[in-house]
Structures are given as C-alpha cells and as structure tokens.
C-alpha cells in the first residue's frame, strides 16, 4: 500500500470513528400487571401498545427497553402466578427488558418460567446464586441505525429487603454499581453506546448519576412516581416513567461514535389516555381472554365507597379493618404493600386484589407497650408495662430491617390470623358503607 494510499484510508477511518447518529429509546416500567386502563382512564397494556407502536412507525432508530417490574398487582397476575402477563406483555416487541423484584414475587422457579416465555432478552449482571452463576445474561448488544447499543441489566441492592428470603432462596445481588461498572468497561471496544437498563431506587439513580462508571445513560425503573424531567449530571442522563402504563417514555439522542456518548438528547412522556387512543386489537382480545377468566370471581359488588381514598388515608382505613378483624389492639401495613387506591362509589372485590395482589397472611405477637415499634405507637398513650397484640403482614414480620417496615428487630408473631386479602374483603362486605 503507497503511503498516500495508507494515509486516505486513516482518514475515512478517523472519519467513520468521529460520526453522529440518531438513536431513540422508548421504554417503560413498572406495569405490574395492570392490563387495563386505571379508574382515571390512564394505561392498559393495548392502549400502551398502540402507542408504542406509533412511536415505531417508520422509525429508523427506535429501541423499546422495560425497567422491570411486569407482574404483581391484578388478578390476572395473581391467579395465575404472572406467566399471562409475560404473554401479552410479548406483543409490546421489547427489545430488551430487567427484571423487577416482583418478579420473584412467586418464586424463583417461576422467574425461570418468565425467562423461557419473554420473546426478548432479559439482562441483569448483578443477581447471582452462591456459585456465582448468573440468573440472566448481563447484557444483550442491540443494532441500530449503525449503532452498536450495549444495554447491561441491573437489580437494586435493595432486594434482600423487599422480598422474603424463601422466595429468593440463593439468588441475591453483587453491588449493582461496581458491577455494572465492570461489565461497561468490558463492553467499551465492542460498542458505541452502553446504557444502564436498572430496576434501582432512587438512591442508586443519584449514585449513578454522580459516578464514573462509563455508562452515559440510564433507563430506569422502580420508583413509581416517575420524573417531570431528565436526570442530567457528570455526563449522565437519566430517565424513568410513571407506573401503571400511565405514561410511554421517549428519549431521543445524537450519539458520538467516537466519544461513544451523546452530544445531545431530548425526552418527553407520552400520556397513554385510554379515552383518546384505540386499542390494539391483539393486545385487547389476549386481555379480555384473561380478564375473563377471573371475572366471575372478583367483579362482584361488595361495598359502597362515599369518597375517594388517598393511598395514606387508604393505608390508615385498611389498618383499622385489620385491626377489628383480628382484634388486636393495633395493626400496621407498610406503605409499600397498599398497591392502589380507592375510588369513590360501587367497589368490587377486584379493588381488593389490586390494593393487596401479595398472599400475605396477617400475623399477630404480643409485645410490652415498651417494645412496641415507635411507628406504632406514636400518637397513642401506651402504658409500657402493659401486654399490647400488634397484627403485621408475614411479609414486615420477616423484614423487620426494611426502612418501609416496622424499623425495629427481634418482634415475633406466632399467630397467623389468615390471608389479609380474604380479611379486608370480609371486612368491606360486612361494612357495606364506607365512609
């Protein structure tokens, strides 16, 4: 090769190395089962596929990432341990997804149901067992628009706290940063674009955001509330949607191949308002097909609501019924596990199932007023040498150490008063009223 031949070619190549390209990423997370709309008209898995897929049509350089969390929270999921969800959920034509820790909600052997039912990859680097073994592939490499888009799964390190040891087993995370962090400088050569695919909580999204872990962007999920604008710091960009289906994400970028980094980016939230979209007519029929299969047993009238619930306020009524249903002097449930509110007027059973999908059982100890959890007894004049009963969920009672929890160790619940969902649905239907 001649030398001007030699130095043409270092050209086009440091010019091929320097290129911007178009990349979007639609994503989602969150969905917990709620396949359709919400008393505010808002979600529903065909009205969230219809808008997916207008965002994808005639689209280049679209990608559709979820940030897990796809089962646990109606019936349908509840029934049928989750493996429905995942059916449907394979129209939506993810290009990649996480897991969520509800998806250990039934089990582990179950998540390998999931895995073998998805349609798409499921990646996360930091679950592992104690031989190491990973749970999924950390990362899938997904080609687009000439672009090389590394996206490495990623579980919260919290997950030891929001799920009950017999469901995990062995599994559990490495510290998600580090790892996530190995894997990015793994995948530098091999790509153009690493993105972080995290089912984290807010505290790891701020580390995140503050580290150097080389992975410029993030799609994130977990937090419910969703974010009105991009996280944006140290060369990180972050973004994550309102659960439920509430809302499509978009993130559109300018990717610098050669900085393998984004010179810009732009996001907005598409709201999936059922009362101006049409369905997806595939998704539809798939949930009406499972809809219908537990219709007859929870769309039946139980109680009348006079005015809509807030979830604190909701969270205070449910413990009230608890508490007079096992008739103990107090009852506590974790913010965490009341799943939805209450609307005002005719309630079903299906309300009960969506504010408490989980089969968790009411259990009861007897505890001095001195021992009592201060979450407990804050308000109350609590004589500290008298015997108190205190009903939890068998969930809190094992994670006592969860900062949604009780806040305290050593508590015992020996009695087992039965499944909170059967006694909240006893206690609405002898109520009939709820004021």
């Known amino acids: 090769m001649t030398r001007r031949v030699l130095l043409l070619a270092l050209l086009v190549s440091s010019a091929s190395l320097s290129e911007v390209r178009s990349l979007t990423i639609l994503h989602t997370n969150d969905l917990h089962a709620r396949l359709s709309p919400l008393d505010n008209h808002m979600g529903g898995f065909a009205y969230l596929a219809t808008a997916i897929r207008h965002e994808r049509d005639g689209c280049h350089d679209c990608i559709l990432l979820f940030a897990g969390d796809l089962v646990q929270g109606t019936p ?4 049928f341990h989750g493996l429905p969800v995942f059916e449907i959920a394979n129209l939506f034509h993810f290009d990649a997804a996480t897991l969520g820790n509800h998806e250990f ?6 998540v390998r149901k999931f895995l073998s039912t998805a349609e798409y990859p499921i990646v996360s680097s930091n679950l592992v067992n104690s031989r190491g073994e990973l749970l999924t592939k950390p990362y899938v490499i997904l080609h687009v628009n000439g672009l090389r888009v590394a996206v490495i799964g990623a579980m919260t390190d919290t997950l030891k706290t929001l799920t009950t040891p017999k469901l995990l087993e062995d599994w559990h995370t490495l510290p998600m940063l ?5 894997y990015a400088a793994e995948l530098k050569s091999e790509s153009d674009l690493i993105v972080l695919l995290g089912h984290l909580h807010p505290r790891e999204e701020q580390a995140f955001l503050d580290s150097d872990a080389g992975i410029p962007v993030a799609v994130s999920g977990h937090d419910h509330n969703g974010i009105e604008q ?3 710091r140290n060369g990180h960009v972050l973004v994550r949607v309102k659960s439920y289906g509430q809302e499509l994400g978009r993130l559109d970028l300018q990717v610098d191949t050669e900085k393998k980094a984004p010179v810009s980016f732009s996001w907005h939230r598409i709201p999936i308002d059922s009362t101006k979209l049409a369905p997806a007519a595939d998704v539809a029929g798939l949930v009406d097909h499972w809809e219908s299969a537990v219709s007859t047993q929870v769309d039946k009238p139980l109680a009348v609501s006079q005015h809509a619930f807030t979830k604190p306020e909701l969270k205070a009524l449910l413990e009230g019924a608890l508490r007079e249903e096992a008739g103990s002097d107090f009852a506590f449930l974790n913010m965490g596990g009341v799943r939805d509110t209450l609307p005002a007027g ?4 299906r309300h009960i199932w969506n504010i408490m999908p989980f089969d968790d059982e009411l259990v009861i100890g007897s505890f001095h007023g001195r021992d009592l959890p201060a979450v407990v007894a804050a308000g109350h004049a609590i004589d500290p040498d008298r015997t108190y009963t205190l009903a939890v969920s068998d969930f809190t009672a094992i994670n006592q150490s969860n900062p949604d929890n009780l806040r305290t160790q050593g508590l015992t619940f020996p009695k087992n008063a039965g499944l909170i969902r059967d006694l909240l649905i006893d206690w609405f239907r002898k109520k009939k009223v709820i004021e």
Not at 105 to 110: A, I
């Open 105 to 110: 909600d039934y089990g582990w052997p179950q």
């Open 346 to 349: 005719q309630l079903l059973i």
């Open 230 to 232: 991009a996280l944006s």
């Open 76 to 79: 349908v999921s509840t029934i």
């Open 178 to 182: 580090e790892t996530v962090g190995k």
